[in-house]
T-cell receptor, first 112, second 111 residues
Framework: DAKTTQPPSMDCAEGRAANLPCNHS???????VYWYRQIHSQGPQYIIH???NNETNEMASLIITEDRKSSTLILPHATLRDTAVYYC?????????????FGTGTLLAVQP | DAGVTQSPTHLIKTRGQQVTLRCSPK?????VSWYQQALGQGPQFIFQ???????QRGNFPDRFSGHQFPNYSSELNVNALLLGDSALYLC??????????FGPGTRLTVL
């Protein structure tokens, strides 16, 4: 599985967009980019995933660069409840039949 | 529809003892994975079960073992507990080919 690199922490003002970067320069062609988040004392929560096209769902948008070496998770209107550790994971196939390799993630602090 | 459930929520054991943690997957999910999360770290993959067989295993010693039942629920067993086994143990379930859904975890403290 490709190694991912994320900043250890970021701040964001409530109501503004939060842009969380992830570097995965050694990603293989069959590896998807997955994003999970973990709110304090809870289990991780799936957010979104993508292979090479940009993706959007009700929670967030995922922008993957054309060379697939990096990506950005966008929370369009951050709220205090979005304060969490965000994990970027590169994994083969669909993610369910393979283990998830978590790094230390980015602690996003949404400020009022 | 109930999500992934785990029991117990908290557990205190002493060194050398054995522990069993339980997980019920989300309805319709046939794959169960277990993770260990030490304080301040990301979750680490222990193993994954599918069709009652261990399909993948992470870098954990044989003291960690598991089981999956015909109803897809699963158990994680840890023998000869060490202080370093203190952690949050997470169970995740998934339908084939889709993302993983995590339970709230079991907090294990080894004294």
């Amino acid at each position: 599985d490709a190694k991912t690199t994320q900043p250890p922490s970021m701040d964001c003002a409530e109501g503004r967009a939060a842009n969380l970067p992830c570097n995965h320069s050694t990603i293989s062609g069959n590896e998807y980019v997955y994003w999970y988040r973990q709110i304090h004392s809870q289990g991780p929560q799936y957010i979104i995933h993508g292979l090479k096209n940009n993706e959007t769902n009700e929670m967030a948008s995922l922008i993957i660069t054309e060379d697939r070496k990096s990506s950005t998770l966008i929370l369009p209107h951050a709220t205090l409840r979005d304060t969490a550790v965000y994990y970027c994971i590169a994994t083969p196939y669909g993610g369910a039949t393979n283990k998830l390799i978590f790094g230390t993630g980015t602690l996003l602090a949404v400020q009022p | 529809d109930a999500g992934v459930t785990q029991s117990p929520t908290h557990l205190i054991k002493t060194r050398g003892q054995q522990v069993t943690l339980r997980c019920s997957p989300k309805s319709g999910h046939d794959t169960v994975s277990w993770y260990q999360q030490a304080l301040g770290q990301g979750p680490q993959f222990i193993f994954q079960y599918y069709e009652e067989e261990e399909r993948q295993r992470g870098n954990f010693p044989d003291r960690f073992s598991g089981h999956q039942f015909p109803n897809y629920s699963s158990e994680l067993n840890v023998n000869a507990l060490l202080l370093g086994d203190s952690a949050l143990y997470l169970c995740a379930s998934s339908p084939t080919g889709n993302e993983q859904f995590f339970g709230p975890g079991t907090r294990l403290t080894v004294l």
